[in-house]
């Protein structure tokens, strides 16, 4: 993505400000033969600033025609709760949504490209925990999140290559944190069975060990691989981290996308594979997302497509095993997760 500075203006002449309430649930209908048992899917939509929860049984989604096809959707823009964020300056390209299961409570992490980070309760939209990262700043770029069970969240931000970890479980407004660095941090993940935070950078998947107390955390580097080469001469420029759902506890693996494919990380023998079903179509260049059903097999991917909005731009979600898509009438995607709470 471009610098926030070079597009602050531009969006905000686009348009794409307008405020809008922060949750909204509708019924859904229709049907377009998607496998038994698939999910709904879980965008970050760009073009509008919102996320989206959407119809899996729908492979074309047109929410201006029929908003039927949205499950849920979520805006801070124009909330109470969210106002001492500047969502009117943070809540700049949506880059990243994943749902958590906390104490029985189902939340959607997400962060801004301009600094907006939060943990949003779903339903209700009601804030767990939120910050701003410099907002309008090109310094940090918060471009994913992750809840420890403790209820502290790390954010990984890219610009400012680091890893930070809130002291979440202290309240909403929350500040304190601690920080390591890494090179072009752009996706994290809590891995319980090892306990430990898995962060995925330009260069290199590091994991780090979590110390201190809730209200003081540390954090602590104990181990990194380099990723596999891609161009030659060119970072390999690491994207998104995300567990293998079909392969959970100390078996289980990390998808990794980086510039040039798709990956599965096997902590256990410490390498890179593409061994997984399907690897053939689901690997390719740019891959901003991915993720797997456990109940259907099918995989997710999103990847720019020329002639939109902006270059990391889609309205198409690829599904893998077997090959179908869904599309969005004039989206701007950026990620898309089976919405799976974990």
Same mark, same amino acid.
């Given at each position: 993505?471009p610098?926030?500075r ?8 686009? *348009?794409?400000? /307008?405020?809008?309430?922060? #949750?909204? @649930? ?5 049907? $377009?033969g998607?496998? +038994? ?8 939509e ?22 039927s ?9 124009g909330?109470p709760?969210?106002e ?18 906390h ?13 907006f ?9 009601r ?19 992750e809840?420890?069970?403790d *209820?502290?969240? /790390?954010?990984?931000?890219? #610009?400012? @290559?680091?890893?930070?970890?809130y002291? $979440?479980?202290?309240? +909403? ?11 072009g941090?752009?996706?994290l ?33 104990t181990y ?49 594979v ?9 690997s ?29 731009w ?10 179908s ?7 701007g ?10």
């Amino acid at each position: 993505m471009p610098s926030r500075r070079a597009v602050v203006l531009g969006a905000a002449g686009a *348009g794409i400000a /307008a405020a809008l309430p922060a #949750t909204r @649930a509708y019924a859904t209908g229709g049907d $377009a033969g998607a496998l +038994p048992g698939t999910p709904p899917v879980l965008l970050t939509e760009q073009a509008t600033r919102r996320l989206l929860v959407l119809d899996p049984r729908r492979r074309v989604w047109d929410p201006e025609a029929d908003p039927s096809v949205i499950r849920w959707a979520f805006s801070p823009v124009g909330d109470p709760r969210y106002e001492d964020l500047l969502p009117d300056v943070s809540w700049v390209y949506p880059c990243e949504a994943k749902v958590r299961l906390h104490r029985r409570r189902t939340y959607v992490l997400t962060t801004a490209s301009f600094g907006f980070v939060a943990v949003v309760e779903h339903p209700t939209g009601r804030r767990y925990w939120g910050t701003a990262i410099g907002p309008g700043d090109d310094l940090f770029n918060p471009h994913s999140a992750e809840i420890l069970p403790d *209820g502290n969240v /790390a954010v990984a931000c890219s #610009t400012g @290559a680091r890893v930070r970890l809130y002291a $979440a479980s202290q309240g +909403p407004r929350a500040r304190r944190f601690a920080e390591a660095e890494l090179k072009g941090a752009h996706a994290l993940h809590w891995d319980g069975a090892r306990q430990v935070l898995w962060a995925l950078g330009d260069d290199e998947l590091v994991t780090y060990a979590v110390g201190g107390t809730a209200a003081r955390p540390t954090l602590e580097r104990t181990y990194a691989i380099g990723l596999p080469v891609g161009t030659p001469g060119k970072t390999p420029g690491g994207h998104d981290l995300f567990p293998v759902a079909g392969r959970r506890g100390r078996q289980g693996r990390l998808w990794v996308t980086t510039n040039a494919a798709v990956f599965q990380y096997e902590p256990k023998g410490r390498v890179f594979v593409q061994d997984f079903a399907g690897a053939a179509e689901i690997s390719r260049k740019s891959v901003k997302a991915v993720g797997d059903d456990p109940r259907t097999g099918q995989v997710l991917t999103t990847v720019p497509e020329p002639g939109l909005g902006e270059t990391w731009w889609t309205t198409t979600v690829s599904v893998h095993r077997p090959e179908s898509a869904y599309k969005l009438v004039d989206g701007g995607i950026y990620k898309a997760r089976w919405w799976l709470p974990v």
